[in-house]
Nanobody
Framework: QVQLVESGGGSVQSGESLRLSCAAS????????MGWFRQAPGKEREGVAG???????IYADSVKGRFTISRDNAKNTLYLQMNNLKPEDTAMYFC?????????????????????WGQGTQVTVSS
């Protein structure tokens, strides 16, 4: 049974940093592509960053240069380092997983690419 558990969210001031973690269990983590998504109240879910099983990554334009996705296959954990946070980054953040299928990397930012989702962790950025 695949389980994804996010942590690391919180309330910060604009310009500060947070690191989100997603602990995975129930599958061979290293064979899976992973992604971070977010959803703010009244808005659609947005793909933030994705990382292939082999490690190549892609970012939404809105976070490029500020966020870094990484994975530690030995610890079965996905990370999202978020620097220079802005109020518009306020949202519930979710991690997602699915078996790697080597589709074009843009698919890593699409929710339909993932079968497994965590419960989310809230990030609130005040100005």
């Amino acid at each position: 049974q695949v389980q994804l558990v996010e942590s690391g969210g919180g309330s910060v001031q604009s310009g500060e940093s947070l690191r989100l973690s997603c602990a995975a269990s129930g599958y061979t983590y290293s064979n899976y592509r992973m992604g971070w998504f977010r959803q703010a109240p009244g808005k659609e879910r947005e793909g933030v960053a994705g990382i292939r099983s082999a490690g190549s990554a892609i970012y939404a334009d809105s976070v490029k240069g500020r966020f870094t996705i990484s994975r530690d296959n030995a610890k079965n954990t996905l990370y999202l380092q978020m620097n220079n946070l802005k109020p518009e980054d306020t949202a519930m953040y979710f991690c997602a997983a699915n078996f790697e299928n080597w589709r074009p990397i843009l698919w890593l930012l699409r929710g339909e690419s993932y079968n497994f989702w965590g419960q989310g962790t809230q990030v609130t950025v005040s100005s």
